[in-house]
């Protein structure tokens, strides 16, 4: 079946940086995304990794996948602050539409 | 941007009435959907609609569930017989066919469903 499991909290200081790790237990899946979510926001996409991809780097983004392992990784570079919310790791899979999410991640950075 | 937006922010209702929970979902996507994530667990899917018709649907989603698209605009998501544990954050999304960046499903800011 499909569970995402991550760990519920991180805390880490401004400019360093954070790492947010996810486990996963369907092989299947076509993609993994990490989604954020801001208090009072709704879900918002911040990246994604198709399955046959390792790493992935967008900005101050970085994704890695290790399929041997169903590990998947975000790495933000440069915490800031406004990066405080809760992270989600969620798989999709090609010909069914549905997300399946992780338990979340809240990231808290101080200053 | 475009956005996808959902009214009410908040509702309450008592248990064993009918809710309504609309979405307005980005205005040239094809594909819509409905999450709840009841406090302290999951975000969890309950159904997508597609072409006027719903394309998949999780075991959550019972007879007690139904979506319309009544309008052009709107996409609904109708509880018949609130139970308390209906209580839980709705999230509407809507995606186009392929997005540039995989297959993006855009989340409204939820609403949040209070049954006494």
């Known amino acids: 079946g499909e569970d995402v499991e991550q760990s519920l909290f991180l805390s880490v200081r401004e400019g360093d940086s954070s790492v947010i790790n996810c486990t996963y237990t369907?092989?299947?899946?076509?993609?993994l995304y990490w989604y954020k979510q801001e208090p009072g926001a709704g879900l918002q996409l911040l990246t994604y990794?198709?399955?046959?991809?390792d790493m992935k780097q967008d900005q101050r983004l970085t994704v890695l996948l290790n399929k041997k392992d169903k590990h998947l990784s975000l790495r933000i570079a440069d915490t800031q602050t406004g990066d405080s919310a809760i992270y989600f790791c969620v798989e999709g899979y090609t010909g069914f539409q549905k997300l399946v999410f992780g338990t979340g991640t809240r990231l808290l950075v101080s200053p | 941007e475009p956005e996808v937006t959902q009214t009410p922010s908040h509702q309450v209702t008592q248990m064993g009435q009918e809710v309504i929970l609309r979405c307005v979902p980005i205005s040239n996507h094809l594909y819509f959907y409905w999450y709840r994530q009841i406090l302290g667990q999951k975000v969890e899917f309950l159904v997508s609609f597609y072409n006027n018709e719903i394309s998949e649907k999780s075991e959550i989603f019972d007879d007690q569930f139904s979506v319309e698209r009544p309008d052009g605009s709107n996409f609904t998501l109708k509880i018949r017989s609130t139970k308390l544990e209906d209580s839980a954050m709705y999230f509407c999304?809507?995606?186009?066919?392929?997005?540039?960046?995989?297959?993006?499903?855009?989340f409204g800011p939820g609403t949040r469903l209070t049954v006494t």
């Open positions: 369907d092989s299947s899946s076509t993609y």
């Open positions: 990794i198709f399955s046959n991809m």
């Open positions: 999304a809507s995606s186009d066919s392929w997005g540039t960046r995989g297959y993006e499903q855009y």
